[in-house]
């Protein structure tokens, strides 16, 4: 039981590239996330799936899409890196997100660097 | 204005030491409460949680409540250098989806 994966760990971009984080969670989860950490600012969501088939935008989805491909995975995609968009990306996945005690899960993050 | 605000730290304190670590909030409607722990280039881990006032208490760590003074506490006993990390705040309002806010984050070091 891994819990909640991310790939890759670490990756160095280019301004005006693009790329694809990927998130996969074994705990047969309904709802998963991707939220921002940037120093002083705490996490910071970004999109979230409540059920499969569902995505809505959180409190800083500008630059960024999302795909909920299935139950399991979630990915997230910048498709021109900017290097604001600099910074550690953490995906969580919960049991069920219109839970009032519902809990959310997180991975070991991936840490972006746009040059 | 955030609407949680956490002390940054880093708050370094010697072993066996009691740490308090504190948020305040501004949304009254907020009625779930957490702590989770990061260790260094991890992610957050849930430590505990509480709804509404009062206290709760797991092993060496305590969880307060103040929602008159819209104020929360994670207390920590007999601290051990493992309990080096940052500790982040997360609260939610009840009703429909809410999302989870966070505080910012307190780094704790405790030291041999």
């Known amino acids: 039981n891994a819990g909640v994966t991310q790939t890759p760990k670490f990756q160095v971009l280019k301004t005006g590239q693009s790329m694809t984080l990927q998130c996969a969670q074994d705990?047969?989860?309904?709802?998963m996330y991707w939220y921002r950490q940037d120093p002083g600012m705490g996490l910071r969501l970004i999109y979230y799936?409540?059920?499969?088939?569902?995505?809505d935008k959180g409190e800083v989805p500008n630059g960024y899409n999302v795909s909920r491909l299935n139950k399991r995975e979630f990915s997230l995609r910048l498709e021109s890196a900017a290097p604001s968009q600099t910074s550690v990306y953490f995906c969580?996945?919960?049991?069920?997100?219109?839970?009032?005690?519902?809990?959310?899960?997180f991975g070991p993050g991936t840490r972006l660097t746009v040059l | 204005q955030k609407e949680v605000e956490q002390d940054p730290g880093p708050l370094s304190v010697p072993e066996g030491a009691i740490v308090s670590l504190n948020c305040t909030y501004s949304n009254s409607a907020f009625q779930y409460f957490m702590w989770y722990r990061q260790y260094s280039r991890k992610g957050p881990e849930l430590l505990m949680y509480?709804?509404?006032?009062g206290n709760k208490e797991d092993g060496r760590f305590t969880a307060q409540v103040d929602k008159s003074s819209k104020y929360i506490s994670l207390f920590i006993r007999d601290s051990q250098p493992s309990d080096s990390a940052t500790y982040l705040c997360?609260?939610?309002?009840?009703?429909?989806?809410?999302?989870?806010?966070f505080g910012a984050g307190t780094r704790l070091a405790v030291h041999p």
């Open positions: 799936s409540a059920s499969e088939g569902t995505t």
């Open positions: 997360a609260m939610r309002a009840s009703g429909g989806y809410n999302k989870l806010i």
């Open positions: 509480t709804y509404s006032s």
């Open positions: 705990m047969n989860h309904n709802s």
């Open positions: 969580a996945s919960s049991k069920e997100a219109l839970t009032f005690t519902d809990t959310q899960y």
